[in-house]
């Protein structure tokens, strides 16, 4: 039993140490998220900058965001929020809005994994929610980048951030997430005009971030 303690303490603290030495040995990113480079006016959507409230921007820490909504040619509106965190910092992770929906008054009906295709052969999966308040319906999908590529699940984001740490790559990510209601329960309709936003916005997006492979 001793010598079970005593191999698990050698473990935590051999952790702590390569831990604590990463934290001096990140790397920075050669540069941050430039969202200028997304436009507002698409094809067939116009968009407008919006903001959160500053308590809001205080529990995000994110160290760069844009939150933008877009309105099509019929009046129907879409809403674009991207975030990028320079640094993954150790002991806290991006929020997942599996936990902060709640905390807002939003109800995840339903959440799922999504296999997303784009007309320029991208493809990725992405997390795909149906969320409620009072007697409204949204539908949420979103994922993460890193230096690793497309990410869907948090946990694979943890592992991640420890990966890239020891190859001694920066930490750096992003969140993107696309918001939209859902007209007369049509879930298809909503993901098809999610789908059609993504076609005309995904590589400005791409190129605002700073994970070129």
Not at 38 to 56: A, D, M, R, V
Not at 61 to 73: E, F, G, K, M, N
Not at 100 to 111: D, E, H, M, V
Not at 189 to 205: C, G, P, V
Request: charged content about 25%; overall charge neutral.
């Amino acid at each position: 039993m001793r010598k079970i303690i005593f191999i698990s303490s050698a473990i935590i603290l051999i952790g702590g140490l390569i831990g604590n030495s990463l934290r001096f040995l990140e790397q920075s990113p050669e540069r941050g998220a430039l969202f200028d480079r997304i436009p507002f006016q698409l094809e067939s959507y116009n968009g407008t900058e919006h903001w959160f409230s500053e308590t809001s921007y205080e529990v995000l820490q994110a160290d760069t965001s844009t939150l933008r909504r877009y309105v099509d040619q019929r009046g129907r509106s879409l809403w674009l929020f991207v975030a990028y965190f320079s640094s993954q910092k150790y002991g806290s992770q991006i929020h997942s809005p599996k936990n902060c929906l709640p905390g807002g008054g939003w109800k995840i009906k339903s959440t799922e994994p999504y296999h997303l295709t784009l007309h320029d052969g991208s493809s990725r999966m992405v997390n795909r929610l149906l969320i409620a308040e009072n007697n409204k319906q949204q539908l949420m999908i979103y994922w993460f980048r890193t230096r690793g590529g497309n990410i869907r699940d948090e946990f694979e984001l943890k592992w991640d951030l420890m990966k890239n740490a020891l190859m001694l790559r920066p930490t750096d990510a992003a969140f993107i997430r696309i918001t939209l209601p859902i007209e007369g329960n049509n879930i298809e309709d909503a993901m098809k005009r999610s789908i059609e936003f993504l076609n005309q916005t995904i590589s400005a997006i791409e190129s605002a971030l700073p994970f070129e492979n």
